[in-house]
């Protein structure tokens, strides 16, 4: 790829983000590395972009920059088609017609080569979906749109039935299944009802008492509760024992994580995030302070991640995850004990069948069928159907709320996705969308990416 077209892909990466997005993102997103990240934003600033922001803060790019989008590539006429055949099969039949005159609309302004590439059935999506509605989800759509309330029967998994008020919010489209997420008068706080359990459904003249937008802000809330947003903690690096203050609030934790910012550190940093207490950085290097006799009397593997509480030492990501959600119950990051099972299943399937299949995986090794048995994990495919089995259609791996496993298997799941380790899969993608732009996740991000420009220009 030559730098103009890089420069260009960088420009089509900010227009599809609203809000300020982290350099780390930014660099995955676009395959670089984070140095040439940061020159490839200032060339293009040079150039009159009107890109705000700076390394630890993020980079937003200003409505109304005027460069005119480019002519859609092969694979992005690919990417429209597939999705307009995804509507078209996976909605109702209003959403259908509307996918297709959007493809004939699309087709007719588009190059003769380009054209065939959008109405060639290399790729097809397949009936997969056909559970009967018996409300037609465009009633429901309706009721969206004019923001009004909704009069519904519902019969729940247990086949009990009651009727119900509610603020509708949005339709979640799931593979195997269909939700509505609303606001219950009956249970007064947010439900998601399976759209092919509501047995009947009445537009309300009444309309919601908030904006719906205002709704949806409220319901993203119970998913991504923030950690206390004066949390404060310190770093330090290995080569230097003086400690630098990144908060003039508060004196050093008790609690000290020793990471790296290139390392699975960050699961565990984004596990302190949410915990919401104070802690002290120390930045170690690979081959040097890592292996050295002080930190090998912390961890004698001589790896990151650790923390050291008080006299406690952990070590192991899953361990640490686990022990911070007990150590520190207030933040609500270990399940309720009726979903322990799942909890301390999936924590564990995750660092014991996930982790050593993807990484075997890929470096091109998969047991053969008859050494299946001698490995904990059986095959790669198994791995993650068994995963994807279990997260179709839920938002949390054990319970109705966000816990340690899911900061663990989001983080290994959204590292192992973007790196190739881990195949892309639908249902992978929905279950880490709400979970990694949690507020503790963002600001993880943005202190492993300040810690990762430290680390940068000390080696330059």
């Not at 420009?453 to 000390?458: G, T």
Request: hydrophobic share 40%; glycine share 6%.
């Amino acid at each position: 790829m030559s730098r103009a077209e890089r420069l260009f892909d960088l420009l089509q990466i900010l227009r599809r983000h609203r809000r300020p997005v982290s350099g780390a993102v930014l660099a995955q997103e676009a395959g670089i590395s984070l140095r040439t990240l940061y020159r490839d934003i200032a060339s293009l600033q040079a150039m009159g972009a009107q890109i705000e922001g700076e390394p630890g803060l993020g980079y937003v790019l200003k409505p109304g920059f005027l460069l005119p989008p480019l002519m859609f590539s092969a694979q992005e006429i690919e990417a429209l088609a597939l999705g307009l055949q995804w509507v078209g099969r996976r909605t109702d039949e209003g959403m259908a017609q509307a996918a297709r005159n959007v493809m004939a609309k699309v087709a007719a302004v588009l190059p003769a080569d380009l054209r065939e590439r959008m109405e060639d059935d290399a790729l097809v999506v397949g009936h997969g979906w056909d559970r009967p509605q018996p409300v037609d989800l465009a009633h429901l759509r309706r009721a969206l749109n004019e923001g009004r309330k909704l009069s519904i029967s519902y019969t729940d998994e247990k086949g009990a039935r009651s009727e119900r008020i509610i603020w509708p919010v949005s339709i979640g489209f799931f593979e195997s299944t269909r939700v509505l997420v609303a606001w219950c008068e009956l249970r007064d706080s947010f439900r998601h009802f399976r759209t092919d359990r509501i047995e009947a459904a009445e537009i309300l003249p009444e309309r919601l008492p908030r904006p719906r937008r205002q709704l949806m802000k409220e319901w993203r809330q119970t998913l991504l509760p923030e950690s206390d947003s004066g949390m404060r903690y310190s770093v330090s690096h290995s080569h230097n024992t003086k400690e630098t203050p990144m908060s003039t609030q508060t004196k050093s934790a008790d609690l000290v994580f020793y990471t790296n910012p290139q390392s699975r550190g960050g699961i565990v940093h984004w596990m302190l995030e949410e915990i919401g207490r104070p802690y002290t950085i120390k930045v170690l290097d690979y081959g040097a302070t890592m292996k050295a006799p002080e930190y090998l009397a912390v961890n004698p593997m001589g790896k990151v991640p650790a923390i050291q509480h008080g006299e406690i030492i952990v070590t192991e990501a899953a361990a640490i995850c686990a022990y911070l959600a007990d150590a520190f119950p207030e933040a609500g990051l270990a399940p309720e004990p009726q979903h322990r099972g799942d909890y301390y299943r999936w924590l564990f399937f995750t660092v014991g069948c996930l982790e050593p299949a993807a990484s075997n995986h890929a470096i091109g090794w998969d047991p053969s069928s008859d050494m299946e048995m001698r490995f904990g994990y059986g095959s790669y495919p198994r791995v993650l159907d068994t995963l994807s089995a279990w997260l179709e259609g839920r938002i949390y791996v054990a319970g109705d709320r966000f816990t340690a496993a899911d900061v663990l298997l989001a983080s290994h799941l959204q590292w192992g996705m973007a790196t190739g380790m881990i195949e892309k899969r639908r249902v992978f993608e929905a279950y880490i969308e709400p979970h990694v732009h949690r507020p503790a996740a963002k600001r993880a991000d943005e202190q492993i990416e300040m810690l990762t420009a430290q680390q940068a220009s000390k080696a330059a």
